[in-house]
């Protein structure tokens, strides 16, 4: 895997996911076979839980949004009055726009092409904060954890949904990590037209956070009530924190 450190990590992943802009969706879809929109769909459930009783009415921000599923199934909750939708790859902001426009919501969303590591909003500015299947790009994790956690609300979400690294032992989950580091450069290659996105994608997985190593770091950046799920046979996990409503 290319060693890149800080800014040098962002302007070669934000190359990188530009160059596959186009066939992204498409190899989503392919590689989780058509799972991941369930997973946000729960993810967004879990960001603002109780809309019932207009605690959840506000802005929501999607970090790294791609081509903005996050973002739009976010805009589509009640008591949501806006998404701002995040990224720094510049080529994905006009299929998320494009996107929302086709379903309706361009008027409730924004986009912004930024860093995660320094975001350009004031303290407790939303319900919530996500991040989809991007936390592993950022050069420190930490960092970004930190920024998402100071512009949510007191009391508000923070939830990470990302592939892992795999945890097993068997046999089973061996065919599982050798496929994945096989078949999915090969996907990129023969979908996308290029391998070196989809190569870096099983790199990145092995070099993440395991699903508790992630708890914890969300522990030191001050959220509560911690919890994590895992999802597609153990390769996805979802995580879920709190901004305390005592000031620390």
Not at 133 to 138: A, E, P
Not at 165 to 190: M, S, Y
Request: with cysteine; aromatic share 8%; proline share 4%.
């Amino acid at each position: 895997m290319v060693q890149l450190k800080g800014d040098e990590k962002a302007r070669y992943v934000a190359t990188m996911f530009d160059r596959i802009s186009g066939r992204y969706d498409l190899l989503n879809t392919v590689m989780s076979g058509g799972m991941h929109h369930m997973w946000r769909r729960r993810a967004t459930r879990l960001a603002i839980p109780n809309l019932a009783t207009c605690e959840g009415i506000g802005d929501a921000l999607d970090v790294a949004t791609g081509t903005g599923d996050f973002a739009i199934d976010l805009a589509r909750r009640p008591g949501v009055t806006r998404v701002v939708g995040i990224d720094f790859a510049p080529k994905m902001l006009p299929l998320a726009r494009h996107k929302a426009k086709k379903h309706g919501l361009l008027q409730r969303m924004n986009w912004m092409l930024g860093d995660a590591h320094g975001l350009p909003f004031p303290d407790d500015s939303f319900l919530c904060a996500t991040v989809g299947f991007g936390l592993r790009n950022f050069a420190d994790k930490e960092a970004a954890l930190r920024e998402m956690a100071r512009v949510v609300r007191p009391g508000g979400r923070v939830v990470i949904l990302d592939i892992v690294p795999f945890a097993g032992k068997g046999i089973f989950h061996g065919l599982l990590r050798a496929g994945f580091r096989g078949v999915v450069p090969w996907l990129g290659a023969l979908v996308a037209g290029n391998n070196e996105a989809y190569k870096y994608l099983p790199e990145s997985v092995d070099s993440y956070l395991t699903a508790a190593e992630l708890l914890a770091v969300m522990e030191s950046v001050g959220l509560k009530k911690i919890r994590y799920e895992m999802m597609g046979m153990g390769t996805v996990a979802m995580h879920v924190g709190e901004k305390s409503t005592v000031p620390s």
